[in-house]
């Protein structure tokens, strides 16, 4: 018994072995795996059939059953019903009292095999020794219960203790050798694939794969051979090698501390590093990450080199685009700021001086305009190299747009008056490098530069010194170009307050502090004779302010044609509201209009609405122009005022005599009126100058027709001088000042009966 004990075990030996064997063979082909595996199942059962224990005639036993119902656990159903067939078929072949009994326990023992097949692939049960120990035990008892119950045979020792002990610990023996074959199939399966997925992977990735170890040693190279050019040399000559043996000595000291820093870490490290691969010279980036096991007893990281040259390439061409001027090369705006933030850094910590130059080309408009934008290029390109000829270590230029240049001098002194002489020096030569001859194609050009220079060793921010070197700049240009100017707090100061005052004239219009003042004018006997609307700012602070403190800051703040429009508006009411007044019905109202006003393309259509709007009559609106006002866009402001004088609007020439003058002017220019500028009244009578052009106004008036008003008039003896010479009107503080409507409106009422008879009965010029 014990000999056909080991015999069973030689057998199942054998069929694990051929199993295994034939589970490579049809790796991936179910079918015929089972098929051959059934056969062998099959027929290591007859085999088995064919030595058993005879307990009677035609009565045997052996390992079969074990066989089948591993066949039908393992095999799959295929293969145990094979099997199965095979051993029934023979069993009932060899007939004898056992035939039918034997042939019934195998069915019953593969209707066992595939229920517990089933319920472990759906983890009902666990496939562990001892269940497997408790299924050999089942089929063999039901085996002997049948045996025992369908052939009549008596229960021997030899029987029992074969089919209770024997066999189930065969088939216990048999059922963890399928299984280990079972796992380890399985596993070499799982390790394919996830083979497979990994060299999917490294061919889907643009990168070096590597894997080195703690020496630097070349341990696999990974990567698929069309990312192998990447290499520094022949993968095959790599392998093996120490990056010592292979890389400048410099570069593999660096990349094998990498490679030490990576195997102390946890996580994955980088670095940026170059190589000269063939003749490029490239750029990587390296990340590497420590494996968990050693290879070949040392540690190892696995490292993925990514080539970015291309990237650093576009990198550069950024930075260049972001950092540099297109036209002259030089750092643009952004880079002098950052050079200007590192120097205050530098200064603020040593306390040394360094200065910032702003340099703006004199009448660079004029040139470009004259000479067109291609010389003005090459005259901005030959600057850009005249400038950066003072570029140092400590010193830089750059090109601010424009015109305007910066120049950076740093680390100057610790002493303001030695940094200030410093710089000094330093703008004057570059004013001397500046008025130097240009060539612009054939022609020669000369210009100059104005500089505002500003000191710094504090902390003021990049943007604020800018400012300060700009307001010194201007300051510069408006002290006759081609010179320098340091900044003085001064120069922040008249901004700040500009700044504020056009913030307070926006806040007075919103708020309404804005009047209009009315001076009375009068003719050669005393008659009024019109008034000039006059804009007057009542400050909250300050007062009463007049149009010399903030007509200025407005334009600048973009606020005048709002305060004009606002002032026409008002003096068309107060027009409209002495309508029905006696005296004041028929006095004309002169209002002031500026340039930007009059350069509006519905200008005139603008004053017809006012007009419409409040009700004045047009006729008594006189609006004044100065001659600047003119010059800009002659056409256009003739086609408004004729426009309008079709309504009965007119126009007078303010302070006639101080501009551009010119004849021409008066000949195209619907007219009806020119004022005499206060400077010539003003030097009367002493200046016999302003009385000789005084003369000319009012002798060239009365050519072209036009009425002549003197404004200004302070003493008897102007008035007296005025009249005498021609002038037929007046306007000054000798007679009244500029005042609100309603004082005016009783002056008028004020004046001797017949005067105001008469100016009610048409004093008008005209
Ligand atoms: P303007 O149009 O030539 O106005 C005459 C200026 O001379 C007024 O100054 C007036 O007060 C002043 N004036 C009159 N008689 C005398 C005198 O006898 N002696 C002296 N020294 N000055 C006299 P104001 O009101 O300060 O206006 C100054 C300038 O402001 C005006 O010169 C005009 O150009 C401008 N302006 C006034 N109101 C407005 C306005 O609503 N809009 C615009 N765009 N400009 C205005
Ligand atoms: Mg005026
Ligand atoms: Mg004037």
């Given at each position: 018994?014990?000999?056909?004990?080991?015999?069973?075990?030689?057998?199942?030996?054998?069929?694990?072995?051929?199993?295994?064997?034939?589970?490579?063979?049809?790796?991936?082909?179910?079918?015929?795996?089972?098929?051959?595996?059934?056969?062998?199942?099959?027929?290591?059962?007859?085999?088995?059939?064919?030595?058993?224990?005879?307990?009677?005639?035609?009565?045997?036993?052996?390992?079969?059953?074990?066989?089948?119902?591993?066949?039908?656990?393992?095999?799959?159903?295929?293969?145990?019903?094979?099997?199965?067939?095979?051993?029934?078929?023979?069993?009932?072949?060899?007939?004898?009292?056992?035939?039918?009994?034997?042939?019934?326990?195998?069915?019953?023992?593969?209707?066992?095999?595939?229920?517990?097949?089933?319920?472990?692939?759906?983890?009902?049960?666990?496939?562990?020794?001892?269940?497997?120990?408790?299924?050999?035990?089942?089929?063999?008892?039901?085996?002997?219960?049948?045996?025992?119950?369908?052939?009549?045979?008596?229960?021997?020792?030899?029987?029992?203790?074969?089919?209770?002990?024997?066999?189930?610990?065969?088939?216990?023996?048999?059922?963890?050798?399928?299984?280990?074959?079972?796992?380890?199939?399985?596993?070499?399966?799982?390790?394919?694939?996830?083979?497979?997925?990994?060299?999917?992977?490294?061919?889907?990735?643009?990168?070096?794969?590597?894997?080195?170890?703690?020496?630097?040693?070349?341990?696999?190279?990974?990567?698929?051979?069309?990312?192998?050019?990447?290499?520094?040399?022949?993968?095959?000559?790599?392998?093996?090698?120490?990056?010592?043996?292979?890389?400048?000595?410099?570069?593999?000291?660096?990349?094998?501390?990498?490679?030490?820093?990576?195997?102390?870490?946890?996580?994955?490290?980088?670095?940026?590093?170059?190589?000269?691969?063939?003749?490029?010279?490239?750029?990587?980036?390296?990340?590497?990450?420590?494996?968990?096991?050693?290879?070949?007893?040392?540690?190892?990281?696995?490292?993925?080199?990514?080539?970015?040259?291309?990237?650093?390439?576009?990198?550069?061409?950024?930075?260049?685009?972001?950092?540099?001027?297109?036209?002259?090369?030089?750092?643009?705006?952004?880079?002098?700021?950052?050079?200007?933030?590192?120097?205050?850094?530098?200064?603020?910590?040593?306390?040394?001086?360094?200065?910032?130059?702003?340099?703006?080309?004199?009448?660079?408009?004029?040139?470009?305009?004259?000479?067109?934008?291609?010389?003005?290029?090459?005259?901005?390109?030959?600057?850009?190299?005249?400038?950066?000829?003072?570029?140092?270590?400590?010193?830089?230029?750059?090109?601010?747009?424009?015109?305007?240049?910066?120049?950076?001098?740093?680390?100057?002194?610790?002493?303001?008056?030695?940094?200030?002489?410093?710089?000094?020096?330093?703008?004057?030569?570059?004013?001397?490098?500046?008025?130097?001859?240009?060539?612009?194609?054939?022609?020669?050009?000369?210009?100059?530069?104005?500089?505002?220079?500003?000191?710094?060793?504090?902390?003021?921010?990049?943007?604020?010194?800018?400012?300060?070197?700009?307001?010194?700049?201007?300051?510069?240009?408006?002290?006759?170009?081609?010179?320098?100017?340091?900044?003085?707090?001064?120069?922040?100061?008249?901004?700040?307050?500009?700044?504020?005052?056009?913030?307070?004239?926006?806040?007075?219009?919103?708020?309404?502090?804005?009047?209009?003042?009315?001076?009375?004018?009068?003719?050669?006997?005393?008659?009024?004779?019109?008034?000039e609307a006059?804009?007057?700012?009542?400050?909250?602070?300050?007062?009463?302010?007049?149009?010399?403190?903030?007509?200025?800051?407005?334009?600048?703040?973009?606020?005048l044609q709002?305060?004009d429009?606002?002032v026409l508006?008002?003096?068309?009411?107060?027009?409209?509201?002495?309508?029905?007044?006696?005296?004041?019905?028929?006095?004309?109202?002169s209002v002031n209009i500026s340039a930007v006003q009059l350069h509006q393309?519905?200008f005139s259509?603008?004053v017809?609405?006012?007009?419409?709007?409040?009700?004045?009559?047009?006729?008594?609106l006189m609006l004044e122009l100065t001659e600047s006002v003119l010059v800009r866009d002659m056409a256009l402001a003739i086609a408004h005022m004729e426009a309008l004088r079709?309504?009965?609007v007119r126009f007078a020439l303010d302070d006639f005599g101080t501009g551009y003058s010119s004849?021409?002017y008066l000949?195209q220019l619907p007219l009806d009126e020119l004022k005499?500028d206060?400077?010539?009244?003003?030097?009367?009578?002493?200046?016999?100058?302003?009385?000789?052009?005084?003369?000319?106004?009012?002798?060239?008036?009365?050519?072209?027709?036009f009425?002549?008003i003197?404004e200004?008039?302070?003493?008897?003896?102007?008035?007296?001088?005025?009249?005498?010479?021609?002038?037929?009107?007046?306007?000054?503080?000798?007679?009244?000042?500029?005042?609100?409507?309603?004082?005016?409106?009783?002056?008028?009422?004020?004046?001797?009966?017949?005067?105001?008879?008469?100016?009610?009965?048409?004093?008008?010029?005209?």
């Open positions: 018994m014990v000999l056909h004990f080991f015999q069973s075990i030689t057998l199942i030996l054998a069929l694990c072995w051929l199993q295994s064997v034939n589970t490579r063979f049809w790796r991936g082909r179910s079918v015929p795996a089972q098929v051959t595996s059934g056969l062998l199942f099959g027929a290591t059962a007859i085999v088995n059939m064919l030595d058993p224990i005879w307990l009677a005639p035609g009565v045997f036993i052996d390992a079969r059953l074990a066989v089948l119902g591993m066949a039908c656990v393992f095999g799959g159903p295929l293969a145990g019903c094979l099997a199965v067939s095979m051993a029934v078929a023979y069993r009932l072949e060899l007939g004898g009292a056992g035939a039918v009994p034997g042939a019934a326990g195998m069915l019953i023992t593969a209707l066992l095999g595939f229920a517990y097949r089933h319920a472990l692939s759906r983890h009902w049960v666990r496939g562990g020794a001892p269940q497997m120990l408790g299924f050999g035990f089942l089929i063999h008892l039901l085996a002997l219960f049948l045996l025992l119950v369908l052939s009549g045979l008596a229960p021997v020792s030899v029987l029992i203790l074969s089919m209770t002990l024997m066999l189930p610990v065969v088939t216990l023996m048999l059922a963890l050798l399928l299984q280990d074959l079972q796992q380890r199939s399985q596993a070499n399966s799982a390790l394919e694939e996830s083979e497979a997925r990994m060299r999917a992977i490294t061919h889907a990735i643009p990168d070096l794969l590597l894997v080195l170890d703690e020496d630097g040693r070349y341990l696999d190279i990974v990567s698929p051979v069309q990312h192998r050019h990447l290499l520094y040399d022949d993968a095959a000559r790599l392998q093996g090698r120490r990056m010592h043996d292979v890389l400048p000595t410099a570069k593999a000291d660096r990349l094998l501390a990498f490679v030490r820093q990576s195997l102390l870490s946890r996580t994955p490290e980088a670095i940026e590093y170059t190589l000269d691969i063939g003749a490029t010279h490239r750029t990587f980036e390296g990340r590497a990450q420590a494996l968990d096991i050693n290879l070949d007893g040392r540690k190892a990281v696995v490292m993925v080199a990514r080539d970015i040259t291309a990237h650093k390439a576009a990198e550069a061409e950024i930075m260049q685009l972001a950092f540099f001027d297109p036209l002259t090369g030089l750092p643009n705006r952004r880079r002098l700021i950052d050079r200007l933030t590192q120097m205050q850094a530098r200064s603020a910590q040593d306390g040394t001086f360094s200065a910032l130059l702003c340099i703006d080309l004199d009448d660079f408009k004029k040139i470009n305009d004259l000479r067109g934008s291609a010389a003005g290029d090459q005259m901005l390109q030959q600057v850009a190299c005249r400038l950066e000829s003072f570029t140092r270590e400590t010193h830089s230029v750059a090109r601010m747009g424009g015109d305007k240049f910066a120049v950076l001098l740093s680390g100057l002194s610790t002493v303001r008056e030695q940094a200030h002489s410093a710089a000094s020096l330093v703008a004057g030569q570059l004013l001397e490098a500046l008025r130097a001859p240009y060539q612009l194609g054939p022609n020669v050009q000369f210009s100059s530069g104005s500089i505002g220079i500003v000191l710094f060793n504090e902390t003021f921010s990049a943007n604020e010194l800018l400012q300060q070197a700009d307001l010194a700049m201007y300051a510069a240009k408006d002290a006759g170009k081609n010179t320098w100017y340091f900044f003085v707090p001064a120069f922040q100061e008249a901004v700040n307050s500009r700044l504020r005052l056009e913030e307070e004239i926006r806040q007075g219009l919103l708020r309404g502090e804005f009047h209009v003042h009315y001076q009375p004018q009068f003719d050669e006997r005393g008659h009024l004779a019109g008034a006059l804009v007057r700012w009542q400050h909250p602070e300050h007062g009463l302010m007049i149009p010399g403190h903030f007509i200025g800051a407005a334009e600048q703040a973009g606020l709002q305060l429009h606002w508006v008002e003096a068309c009411h107060q027009l409209a509201a002495w309508s029905g007044h006696p005296v004041m019905g028929s006095v004309p109202v393309g519905d259509t603008q017809m609405g006012v007009l419409a709007e409040t009700g004045a009559p047009a006729n008594l079709v309504h009965g004849l021409s000949q005499i206060q400077s010539f009244v003003r030097s009367l009578p002493a200046d016999t100058g302003s009385l000789v052009i005084i003369r000319a106004i009012t002798a060239l008036a009365e050519s072209f027709g009425d002549v003197a200004g008039v302070e003493t008897d003896a102007q008035h007296t001088l005025l009249a005498s010479n021609g002038c037929r009107y007046f306007q000054g503080y000798l007679f009244a000042q500029p005042m609100p409507a309603q004082a005016l409106t009783t002056l008028a009422t004020t004046l001797p009966r017949n005067e105001r008879h008469a100016a009610a009965s048409g004093i008008r010029r005209r």
